[in-house]
């Protein structure tokens, strides 16, 4: 006999929306590049070796920018997802070929953080949680949000009163996600349903 579809059932209260804001990831071109020559051809970098290693590239679509070492490793940010993180690192290898440096290769993007707003929906006591959850640091006078390390995890997340989030420190949507989820029932478990 087939198995009876299940119907969601619709949850009042807590409403998850959250949107990734930035990604940073990294790669290698796995080559040396002349970040000189770089910065004397493309008119979107600027490079300051007295003050930074690195050169800035500043990519126009997507909308990110790169910091490239002359070692090859770059760090990608800005970028919404992971579509755009590869997509910054073509524009890159394009811009690369303009000065004689051809990447045959694609390299791989490692994502090591996101950073993701949104809201949970609830309106939050923020003096309350202070006390009732451990990892939180809340200087009301300095800042209005309250800053939560979510235990087990990498997320660390900031929380307004009214239910807006910011969340750190994830790798993977997947992740990101986890602890959100986490975070509600966290919440939760303290009376916010």
Known sequence: MPKKKETPVKKEGAKKEVKIQNIVATASLERAI???KLAETLPNTEYNPEQFPGLV????????????????KIVCTGAKSMKKV???IQKIIENLKKVKINITFEPKATVQNMVASGSI????????????????????????????????TRA???LFSNGK?????TRSETK??????KLIVNLAKRGYK
Do not use: W
Not at 165 to 169: A, L, Q
Not at 176 to 181: F, G
């Open 34 to 36: 002349p970040l000189v």
């Open 57 to 72: 590239m500043r990519i126009k679509d997507p909308k990110t920018s790169a910091l490239i070492f002359s070692s090859g």
């Open 86 to 88: 590869k997509e910054s």
């Open 121 to 152: 929906g609830l309106d939050l006591n923020l003096n309350s949680l202070a006390v009732d959850l451990e990892n939180t640091e809340y200087e009301p006078e300095q800042f209005p949000g309250l800053v939560y390390k979510l235990p087990d």
């Open 156 to 158: 660390t997340f900031l």
């Open 165 to 169: 989030i910011v969340c750190t420190g």
């Open 176 to 181: 990101l996600h986890e602890a959100v989820d």
